[in-house]
């Protein structure tokens, strides 16, 4: 292992000092019966749980070989009793039993006792069966070789630099807190694979992606890589990447075959095709699930998985075309090839139909595939959501896709993922604290949690992730929470109304721009005039309306009935039409940009309160960023308003000053 100079914190892994909750007797031994204690899963569970209790109770757990009448039994059952992954923990007197079916149960049985101690509660009465609700739980990371993040907003990559693969401490790090919330795979480089990313499937890169792979293995984590498509063009292969040459297939066949050789237990691979300028089957005139069955074919020999991506639209769109529309295009280039997929394919769905924008609808995608493996992507670096300089938690939007209940029955996107998998683009990288503003890492912290546990509401998982890393202190508990719950609409409210997106700096996607991307070719227009704004979605407009099952289909195509927060999505709405709540559109435009800003500066007086009982450095950030955000809300607030009020001539009915 390399030394690694940059310091780096330990997120909500803090294992400092903890107030006793009466769990001292049941943390003085552990048995572990029925595994095998060297198990690199068992070994590292074992070591996690010394070091944790070291640190918040001061005391060292002796592994004992027999049933301790303090401490701790960990017993193997069949997996008919507790299923892969999970564990159940019953406190009997002073003694907690863990039972398992596996080493991974185990590790997260270890990690769910921590956890407690970590909140201050008592593990007394503790009589829990738990099980992941959803079965891959992964993380995408956008990583590239050169040590560059795509759309990453804390510092640089920890896993490359110059075209070498780094790998220290900080990475075992890395693997335990992301195994202690449950994450089980990991996509290591960005799904924009170019240049040296490229050759990670060859030899040049083995060595140190084994070492990888092994570090996140020892945490029950699977690694994955991102492939190119046209790898066989530019490693020396045929020319040409069609998937059904058969002088293709024998070059995938081999270099899978490769890969497999030196990575056994590889995950298997990630591929954005045809999008944004990668190169897919479409070039050769074949279908998306012709390109992924050919993948998915190879693939299956060696027990690995095939990710595709349905990131697929047409980025080079006319402006003027207002038929063409990006939010179809997910749906268009996948739906008909339904049931034709081979049974190794996953397609990865982004949560909305454009792109990761702080409100959309949930794609009709998700659902409207009914014979296809589904897993469903969110992106917690934000992007498009305050690039971790604003904060804004993004559970609760989460919580909202996973709960669409997509076609009038009580079936919910959930349960259309569960068995196969969500993922989330990752918010990390090699800043101090790994997500650049403190704040951000509850992002992190509750996607894994979430994933793990659908049922738990956003509200838990803020307090959960405030007690392990900020306090245990109430009044701490209670304003960071509130910060938290509240970020996301607060954001909106400064940022684009109703649905409609974008109006952001191109290509950097932070501030506003209004018009930035309005006479562009990327598809993401809100047709602002003199009169209303929106994008006719509907059957008489783009007729994208007409993708989502009933209900869904009649709510969105009626402006009477679509949901206010995505009205300009789906329509194009006059300045003067009158909102539920009696304001009209525009006054309502002008009056949530005046609330947002007020309601970042209410947070950040909340925060200035609590300074005290924070931990300096995050207080220390946190500040700085707040102030950051404060001027981005103002820059936003001033634009829009400005903006409406020069394009439609209707005064403020409150008078306020614009620009
Ligand atoms: C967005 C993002 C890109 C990214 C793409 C993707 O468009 O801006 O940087 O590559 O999503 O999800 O593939």
Redesign the pocket.
Known sequence: MENYEKKWTNLWLKYEKRADAGNFCFCEMVCVQGFDEHNTIISNALKEFAKGIKGMLGITPAVVTGIPAKGIWIAKVADAIVPNEGFHLKTEAERIVMEASDENGVLYGIFYLLRQIAMEKSLAGLNIKERPAIKNRMLNH?DNLDGSV??GYSGHSFYFDNNKILISERTVDYARFIASIGINGVVINN??VKDAATYLITPTYFNEVRQLKEIFAGYGVKLFLSLNFAAPLELGGPDSADPFDEDVISWWRGQIALVYEALPDLGGFLV?AD??GRPGPFTYGRTQADGANMLARLLDVHGGMLIW?C?VYNCTQDWRDRKTDRARAGYDNFIQSDGDYHPNVILQI?NGPM??QIREPVSPLIGGLKKTNQMLEVQIAQ?YTGQQIDVCYLIPMFKEVLDFKYCGSSEKIFDVIKNIGFVA?TNTGDDENWTGNDLAAANLYGFGRLAWSVSLSAEEIAEEWIRQTLSCDEEVIAVVKKILLSSRDTFEKYTCPLGIGWMVTPHY?YGPSVDGYEYSQWGTYHRADHLGIGVDRTDKGTGYTGQYQEPHKSIYNNIETCPEELLLFFHYVPYKYILKSGKTLIQHIYDTHFEGVMEVEEMIKAWNRIEAKLPADVFAVVTGRFEQQLNNAKEWRDHINSYFYRKSGIADEKGRKFY
């Open positions: 956008w795509e759309r799904v924009n954005k999008s944004e991506r990131f982004k792109d990761f992007e683009v996607h």
